[in-house]
């Protein structure tokens, strides 16, 4: 995206119980302006939570929504659509389906995010509605299936989490959809034990970050504190910007007395919540006598606020580096954390982006800016798993990815990530290899690539004494790459393990791979692919 022009962008936040939508007009300076928004309950959450899987009415009504945004967002000549789903589309079994069904009828790709991503984001969008400073504040969001908390200041966050605490998914663990009327107190105890034992240690571990204020977003708290607002000031002194906790206990008690019919008619609700209202308000009401709050100031701000801040930070050169830079800072961290060979990691990357550069160029492979990041990042985190064993390190390399939940990725560039770190060296990716099986047709043949590529790289830096500083694709004749590597020094032993990786090499981009070293070419070796000769 120029940093000259206008653009405009739609953001769809497609969440557990609410859809959501936001047109903008970015401008050159990065800022923004707001075209329009929408909000449509979807309840795509509804009956997922017992065997995490998405329900087809759940999943019609989401489609139907997510092509009005849609059509909403081009009838402002939107160039570019950015959706994300959260907690039920990450816990559904039937995610791909899902996903598959809203391009095909909705016409658009959405990513589902983590939960500390999902955090990271709430805290962009919320933040930026506010004045802080260098205060520190506790930001809770209560969404239909998880709940995020994130202590952060104006300019960055000290902590990130998220809970499978939502309204959805309380309201399916501790109600029958038969369940109509008044709830007792024993069966409200009953859900703030879950909450408090779900939550204890980011409890534990949010004490001592030492906030001064507390701030919730997301359509449960709103509701909240307008229910309190009415209930308990009906003179008009009280005011929904803020719940405070003697009120919250008052909304508990009267919400509680009552059937769903007749919660639906309480002043300040949306009838739309009269069901999962009090699950929702377990939540906060636990947190807030666990951290000891008085009260929660409350934001309209979110995740779908915080995505414009999100992509904007990614466009422009400058900007893209910014973006890049947090991205990558999350890769390092996890490498650091797992105790990895920097040197040796970053030689590695490098190599691989010279290889991606120089085969992009060959005309092997037609990838993209988005492909070379995460091989990349690929290349600094191929050998993390030696952090647990050397004996199988790629499966352990691939579980740590995984499972890392790091920040600005979506799930799908995770696993392009792990899957290529799981296959640099040895065994070629099958389709029936699961890892390798549950990406899509398109991201099966970028891990083919990318996998080729780092397994070339990694060995040739076999000795991880970072000998091999340069190497470049270049075309031979129609059928054979050359692959010139310049060394400045001995390097037989990362000559003889690429020599290993030849087979690959021509099984992936259908040509013959011949090796040149300092100017000189190398004599190829009879080569078989090693799966035939050994697991």
């Not at 206008?6 to 497609?14: A, C, K, M, Q, S």
């Not at 800022?31 to 087809?56: D, H, T, W």
């Not at 008009?236 to 059937?259: E, F, I, P």
């Amino acid at each position: 995206m120029s940093t000259g022009e206008e653009h405009v962008v739609g953001f769809i936040d497609l969440g557990t119980n609410s859809a959501r939508l936001l047109v903008v007009r970015s401008h050159p300076d990065r800022a923004y302006s707001e075209l329009n928004r929408l909000k449509e309950v979807v309840r795509l959450g509804e009956g997922e939570f017992i065997a995490n899987v998405l329900q087809p009415q759940a999943m019609h009504r989401a489609a139907l929504v997510c092509r009005k945004f849609v059509e909403m967002a081009q009838g402002y000549d939107a160039e570019k659509i950015v959706a994300v789903a959260t907690s039920a589309s990450r816990d559904a079994r039937n995610k791909d389906v899902f996903l598959k069904r809203l391009r095909r009828e909705a016409g658009v790709d959405v990513r589902i995010i983590s939960g500390k991503e999902e955090a990271r984001l709430i805290y962009l969008g919320v933040s930026s509605g506010l004045k802080l400073g260098d205060e520190k504040a506790l930001f809770i969001d209560i969404g239909g299936g998880s709940t995020e908390i994130i202590v952060g200041n104006q300019q960055e966050y000290f902590y990130l989490d998220s809970l499978n605490l939502g309204a959805i998914r309380l309201y399916t663990k501790f109600f029958s959809p038969l369940e109509t009327g008044p709830v007792t107190q024993r069966r409200y105890k009953k859900i703030q034990r879950h909450v408090r034992q779900s939550s204890v240690r980011t409890i534990q571990r949010v004490k001592p970050l030492k906030f001064s204020r507390a701030v919730g977003s997301s359509g449960t708290l709103i509701n909240l504190a307008e229910i309190a607002a009415k209930l308990c000031h009906p003179s008009g002194s009280g005011s929904s910007d803020v719940l405070t906790r003697v009120d919250l206990k008052t909304v508990v008690a009267h919400l509680c007395g009552l059937s769903v019919e007749e919660r639906a008619k309480v002043p300040g609700i949306n009838p739309e919540r009269a069901d999962i209202i009090i699950p929702g308000a377990a939540i906060i009401d636990t947190l807030m006598e666990d951290l000891n709050l008085s009260e929660i100031r409350i934001s309209d701000r979110g995740l779908r606020e915080g995505m414009p801040i999100d992509y904007l930070s990614g466009s422009g050169d400058g900007e893209w580096m910014d973006h890049r830079t947090f991205r990558k800072r999350s890769v390092l961290q996890l490498g650091h954390s797992c105790g990895f060979e920097e040197a040796h990691a970053k030689h590695v990357a490098e190599l691989a982006l010279q290889l991606f550069d120089s085969s992009k160029a060959a005309g092997l492979h037609k990838l993209g800016e988005s492909e070379r990041e995460l091989l990349e990042y690929a290349g600094l985190l191929h050998d993390v798993g030696i952090f647990l064993s050397y004996r199988r390190h790629r499966a352990h390399s691939y579980y740590f990815i995984r499972n890392a939940e790091l920040l600005g990725f979506d799930e799908t560039e995770i696993a392009v990530m792990a899957v290529t770190v799981l296959y640099h060296h040895k065994s070629y990716p099958r389709r029936k290899h699961p890892q390798f099986a549950e990406l899509d047709k398109r991201h099966r043949r970028v891990v083919r690539i990318l996998c080729v590529l780092l397994r070339l790289a990694e060995s040739l830096d076999r000795t991880h004494g970072q000998v091999v500083k340069q190497v470049e694709f270049r075309p031979k004749d129609k059928k054979t790459t050359q692959l010139d590597v310049t060394a400045a020094g001995d390097c037989q032993l990362e000559i003889g393990e690429l020599q290993n990786h030849t087979w690959s090499f021509k099984k992936t981009f259908k040509k013959r791979l011949v090796l040149s070293l300092n100017g000189v070419e190398i004599d190829e070796p009879t080569n078989t692919d090693p799966q035939t000769v050994s697991s």
